[in-house]
């Protein structure tokens, strides 16, 4: 079945790094990929999303580009601030062939901090 | 224009007790979905409203579980009797389609505690 894995957190950065945060997926067919943010004290939204392959997802300054050479959907900043602090999932929707009711599959979640 | 309600936003009840969630989706929004995350591990899907009627209720954990969408509007997650493995955070979210590239809106969640 469709399954998505996203790297172990937390994650602590100092403000001004560079975030990779890592998401690889399995999925029959061209899923649509997603990143989805949780703010403290706050309900998820999407930060971001790709629904074909070679697509680039953009957003507040986060990137994420749909590879399905390597099932990836690496999610980066160039430079972090304070208030990105919050927990990424990276999520899946399959495809209408796959008899895919419009749900979301999810990773884990990373956590990630931000320290001035 | 209002975004996905959900009540309570949090409860802590005793094992063997009984926890209603309501969710309010989106005005217009026929798809409705309940998630769950557990202990800080992935959400998982729980189930799939489109407009009244459960299209995939796959993830529901076992029958203490009851989801309705009476009328097609909000919804209410009924757990009797709720076992400590329940506790969690759910979460409630709606879209007009549920096609592959259309984006679901969430609610901020209910945290349940089972003590």
């Known amino acids: 079945g469709n399954s998505v894995t996203q790297m172990e957190g937390p994650v602590t950065l100092s403000e001004e790094a560079f975030l990779t945060i890592n998401c690889t997926y399995t999925?029959?067919?061209?899923?649509?990929l997603f990143w989805y943010v949780q703010y403290p004290g706050e309900g998820l939204q999407l930060l971001l999303k790709a629904t074909k392959a070679d697509d680039k997802g953009s957003n507040k300054g986060f990137e994420a580009t749909y590879r399905k050479e390597t099932t990836s959907f690496h999610l980066e900043k160039g430079s972090v601030q304070v208030s990105d602090s919050a927990v990424y999932f990276c999520?899946?929707?399959?495809?209408?062939?796959?008899?895919?009711?419009?749900?979301?599959?999810f990773g884990q979640g990373t956590t990630l901090q931000v320290k001035p | 224009e209002a975004g996905v309600t959900q009540f309570p936003s949090h409860s802590v009840i005793e094992k063997g007790q009984t926890v209603t969630l309501r969710c309010d989706p989106i005005?217009?929004?026929?798809?409705l979905y309940w998630y769950r995350r557990v202990m800080g591990k992935e959400i998982k899907f729980l189930l799939h409203f489109v407009k009244e009627s459960k299209q995939d209720e796959s993830g529901m954990p076992n029958n203490r579980f009851l989801a309705e969408r009476t009328g097609g509007t909000y919804s209410t997650l009924k757990v009797q009797p709720a076992e400590l493995e329940d506790s969690g955070v759910y979460f409630c979210?709606?879209?007009?389609?549920?096609?592959?590239?259309?984006?679901?809106?969430f609610g901020q969640g209910t945290r349940l505690t089972v003590v």
């Open positions: 005005s217009g929004h026929d798809n």
């Open positions: 979210a709606s879209s007009h389609y549920s096609s592959p590239n259309t984006e679901a809106f």
């Open positions: 999520a899946l929707k399959g495809d209408m062939g796959s008899s895919n009711t419009g749900k979301l599959i």
């Open positions: 999925a029959t067919g061209y899923p649509s």
